[in-house]
Nanobody, 116 residues
């Protein structure tokens, strides 16, 4: 079973930036559609960005134009560059298959807090 380890979260002021990383333990990761998901307190987990093996990307409307997802298959790593952060971006961020559901296995995630 592939393990995905998220990192890079933290506390940032509104308008600031953070770069999240997701390291995978298995090579097949490079052949999968991978997504960054987030779960805010009291809300359901949502998919905010995905990237295909060939680099096609798609974003939720709430982050479009501010977040950029990328991947380095050689390093088995997915990144999420988050710019112009807003308080409503505060959440625990997870990487997983883009098709992952609540029944899927999830990692620890990384906490992002946007606050002044």
């Amino acid at each position: 079973q592939v393990q995905l380890v998220e990192s890079g979260g933290g506390l940032v002021q509104p308008g600031g930036s953070l770069r999240l990383s997701c390291a995978a333990s298995e090579s097949w990761f490079s052949t999968a559609n991978i997504g960054w998901h987030r779960q805010a307190p009291g809300k359901q987990r949502e998919l905010v960005a995905l990237i295909t093996p060939t680099g096609f990307t798609n974003y939720a409307d709430s982050v479009k134009g501010r977040f950029i997802i990328s991947r380095d298959n050689a390093k088995k790593t997915i990144y999420l560059q988050m710019n112009s952060l807003k308080p409503e971006d505060t959440a625990v961020y997870y990487c997983n298959l883009a098709s992952a559901t609540s029944r899927s296995s999830w990692g620890q995630g990384t906490q992002v807090t946007v606050s002044s």
